[in-house]
């Protein structure tokens, strides 16, 4: 399984940022989906989360009300909605998979990471 995470880029703070996630997932529907992200210096940490069929999500404090996590089964993607975004949120943002039911802390499969920058 290969995940592919796009759509990172250099924003001002406020504006809004949309990542994809993509990969040869062949049974993409049955698996949840999440987001993390690492700022140089700090650890990993999740993001979001939501489930196999994205009826139920998840999400760290510090992005509650502003991130939305969502999937098209169809398409065998999932998508990472980041809006009025401020300089915390800068960071290597990971897509990543697990066969778990529900939304797990841990993951099978990760993208490669994909890079987002926001300028105060």
């Known amino acids: 399984v290969q995940l592919q995470a796009s759509g990172g880029g250099l924003v001002q703070a406020g504006d809004s940022l949309r990542l994809s996630c993509g990969g040869n997932?062949?049974?993409?529907?049955?698996?949840?989906m999440a987001w993390f992200r690492q700022a140089p210096g700090k650890e990993r940490e999740f993001v979001a989360g939501t489930t196999y069929s994205g009826t139920t999500s998840k999400y760290a404090d510090s992005v509650r009300g502003r991130f939305t996590i969502f999937r098209d089964n169809s398409k065998k993607m999932a998508y990472l909605q980041m809006n009025s975004l401020n300089v915390e949120d800068a960071a290597v943002y990971y897509c990543?998979?697990?066969?778990?039911?529900?939304?797990?802390?841990?993951?099978?499969?990760w993208g490669q990471g994909t890079l987002v920058t926001v300028s105060s």
């Open positions: 997932i062949r049974a993409f529907s049955s698996y949840a």
């Open positions: 990543a998979a697990s066969r778990t039911y529900g939304i797990p802390n841990e993951y099978d499969y």
